[in-house]
């Protein structure tokens, strides 16, 4: 008897770069643990500082430039991420990796056509 194999899931609107992305387009944001863990760590640093700027009550006007400085150390130092792999041509953080602010090694496999499968037209050639 013949193996049956499923078709690949390429050509779904939910598949990129053999990752599955239905539940992030069904629920955006809500799986907290795909999210880059650098962003989150770049995000979590940002909250702090506004945390501090409200607590010394430094004019509005000076905050950009004390954010920018801040940022300029963060971004030096050491990324918190094992899986960080530098790419000069994506947004920030420059990682191959991340999509959208989601880390793809996070997301789950993509198993192939599935119930969820819907072809994306906007990738079909005419």
Known sequence: MAEIKQLPG?????HETARCFYQ????????TRWRCRVLVHWGDAYDDF????????V???SVPDLWERQFQRLARDVFH????????????????????GLCLLSLPKCTG?????????SRQSI
């Open 59 to 61: 004019d509005d006007s």
């Open 81 to 100: 991420c094992l899986d960080y792999t530098h790419a000069p041509n994506n947004d920030i953080p420059h990682c191959v990796y991340v999509v959208d």
């Open 10 to 14: 390429t050509g779904c609107l939910h």
């Open 113 to 121: 056509r599935c119930r969820h499968f819907r072809l994306d037209r």
């Open 24 to 31: 992030e387009h069904l629920n955006p944001g809500y799986y």
């Open 50 to 57: 506004l945390d501090r700027v409200g607590a010394f009550k």
